[in-house]
């Protein structure tokens, strides 16, 4: 079966750190990978997806950045964060575009 | 652009009550739109997954219904518990342009024992 693995679970950091976000699919090859951003209140934000190792596609302009070295794994960084950044963070990954897409258990990030 | 609406926004129900929440979006072009739950400060668990070409999916006390002409989902729980308490997610991911998922904001649903 597959799994989709998401860390740290919780992270506090200051204005101006640098954010290094890991996820990790596990029992498949080849998924479209998704980074959301859930403010509270409010919806989730497609951040980026990517449809295979080094492909990239930004939704909104950001201080956030994706990377996908391997197959499997999909990383969001920030050189600088922003109190902005502060949200609760997903990882999401689908087999293909109709198909159901599944959920990590999310990043909560305050900066402070 | 692609705009996903749920009504109502929060919903408070006693136990045992069979109970409606409602999806809409603006571009009927989709692949299909799925129905998630989310539990407080956790990550979304899916529930019911619905193609474009079908009208509703069942799981257990969920139904879900779509009528893509229309552009509306809706999400029906017979005889609701308090462990259905959460937010409810909708989302359709939309054809073209990639594999985006457009999620409406949901609807917090609180069961009272």
């Known amino acids: 079966s597959q799994t989709i693995h998401q860390w740290p679970a919780t992270l506090v950091q200051p204005v101006g750190s640098p954010l290094s976000l890991e996820c990790t699919v596990e029992?498949?090859?080849?998924?479209?990978l998704y980074w959301y951003r859930q403010a509270a209140g409010r919806g989730l934000q497609l951040l980026f997806y990517?449809?295979?190792?080094?492909?990239i596609s930004s939704e909104v302009p950001q201080n956030l950045s994706a990377s996908r070295p391997q197959d499997r794994q999909f990383i969001l960084s920030s050189k600088k964060l922003l109190l902005s950044d502060s949200g609760f963070y997903l990882c999401?990954?689908?087999?293909?575009?109709?198909?159901?897409?599944?959920f990590g258990q999310g990043t909560r990030l305050t900066v402070v | 652009k692609q705009e996903v609406t749920q009504i109502p926004a929060a919903l408070s129900v006693p136990e045992g009550e069979n109970l409606v929440l409602n999806c809409s979006f603006t571009?009927?072009?989709?692949?299909?739109l799925q129905w998630f739950r989310q539990d407080p400060g956790k990550g979304l668990t899916s529930l019911l997954l619905?193609?474009?070409?079908?009208r509703e999916q069942t799981s257990g006390r969920l139904n879900a219904s779509l009528d893509k002409s229309s552009g509306r989902s809706t999400l029906y729980i017979a005889a609701s518990q308090p462990g259905d308490s959460a937010t409810y997610l909708c989302?359709?991911?939309?054809?073209?342009?990639?594999?985006?998922?457009?999620f409406g904001a949901g609807t917090r649903l609180f069961v009272k024992a």
């Open positions: 989302a359709v991911r939309k054809i073209g342009g990639g594999f985006k998922t457009i």
């Open positions: 619905i193609q474009s070409s079908q």
């Open positions: 571009d009927s072009a989709i692949y299909n």
């Open positions: 029992g498949t090859s080849n998924p479209n």
């Open positions: 990517s449809v295979g190792i080094g492909q």
């Open positions: 999401a990954w689908s087999r293909e575009k109709n198909t159901e897409a599944f």
